[in-house]
């Protein structure tokens, strides 16, 4: 018999409207890629998945299928997997009967989403117990108490760590090296790079989907705070920005103009852009680098035939344990 359980560490404190005066104040203005995701974000994010040009989602899975059973062989006996921001648990689907984890942990900071995925879950997969839980995992990543110990292994599909720069993504990935524990896991899809035509047409379709995607973050403010963005004066603007290895997505004002938020006037050059979002490409090797540093060292790595996507598993050295894995608990970022 499957059980559900579900966990609230989600503080309350909303921290949007503080959020957005503060990136509105900056120059260049910034707004974090966390806020795109409100109803319509979400599924807007969805129909960006199933786009021609968006090749990392269809990749991955198809990288998870593939190598389902070496996934499965590499981990070996596996008592808790984790998933920060699970919240379609679509590609766990793939690895569960493969894993067979004594328990299942999705994280997310969507309440009502997780709770539908989860029940969803719950029915097809009947033998697994599944721990909710409801928590900004850029914030707070923390197992809920009552979770089996044992090997752990972190999922974290979808290139979600490209959001991050370099140095905060060392800081994510040792947030999530501490949650598995010495001898713990972790299996991240990672984005890889290629030639800037194709990374380029993935986050500017032709379908202008994207960019409704990125035009919706304005449309959230002016409906969730008194705001009042004139959409057809703000234009998506995609491109790769080679030396840092990012694709950079901007919101270009197409004239000087004035918008106010909550009472704050923002004042916008012709030409001026708020940053909205960054996803970084790293090849094998840089990423295996990069969660080096964080304590990881690679023990397999997936890629599809066309070298578009990667999936890395990683491992916690088990040797300096000083802890059971599993029952480590830290916030991000540290405070
Ligand atoms: C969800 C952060 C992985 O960077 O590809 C897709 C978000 N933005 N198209 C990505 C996104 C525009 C996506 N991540």
Redo the contacts with the bound molecule.
């Keep these: 018999m499957s059980s559900i359980h579900f966990h609230d560490l989600h503080s309350q404190i909303d921290r949007f409207a503080e959020d957005v005066i503060a990136g509105l104040s900056q120059r260049p203005a910034t707004l974090a ?1 966390k806020y ?1 995701y409100d109803e319509r974000g979400s599924a807007l ?1 969805e129909a ?2 199933e786009l021609p040009e ?1 090749y ?1 989602t269809r990749t991955e899975i198809g990288i998870l299928r593939d190598n389902a059973a070496d996934i499965a062989r590499e981990v070996g006996s596996t008592s808790l997997l984790v998933e920060p921001g699970g919240g379609s648990l679509a590609k766990v689907r793939i690895l569960l009967e493969g894993l067979r984890p004594l328990a299942y942990v999705p994280m997310d900071i969507s309440r009502d989403h997780l709770r539908l995925s989860a029940a969803a879950l719950a029915e097809d997969f009947p033998w697994l117990e599944i721990h909710a839980t409801c928590t900004d995992y850029s914030r707070l990543m923390q197992l809920p108490a009552s979770t089996p110990t044992g090997t752990t292994l972190a999922f974290f599909p ?3 760590i ?2 991050f720069d370099p140095p905060e993504a060392v800081r994510f990935l040792r947030a999530i090296a501490e949650l598995v524990g010495p001898g713990g896991y972790l299996l991240i899809g990672v ?1 890889l790079k290629k030639e800037s035509a194709i990374l380029e047409a ?2 500017d379709d032709a379908a202008g989907v ?1 960019a409704a ?2 035009l919706n973050l304005l449309t959230r403010i002016n409906r969730e705070l008194e705001a009042n963005f004139n959409l057809p004066q703000w234009r998506h603007r ?1 491109f790769y920005n080679p030396g840092p290895g990012r ?1 950079e ?1 901007h919101l270009l004002s197409l004239r000087p103009q004035q918008v106010v938020v909550e009472g704050h006037p923002f004042h916008f050059k012709e030409g001026e852009t708020i940053h909205t ?1 960054n ?1 970084y490409k790293y090849s094998g090797e840089e990423f295996a680098t990069l969660a080096g540093k964080a304590g990881f060292h690679g023990q397999a790595l997936w890629s599809d035939p066309a070298k578009l996507f990667s999936v890395h598993l990683l491992r916690v050295a088990s040797t300096s344990a000083d802890a059971p894995p599993g029952q480590v608990t830290r916030s991000y970022p540290p405070s």
């Design positions: 890629p795109f994010f960006i998945t968006y990392p979808g290139s979600s490209g959001n984005d993935a986050y994207t995607f990125n995609a694709i997505m979002e996803s």
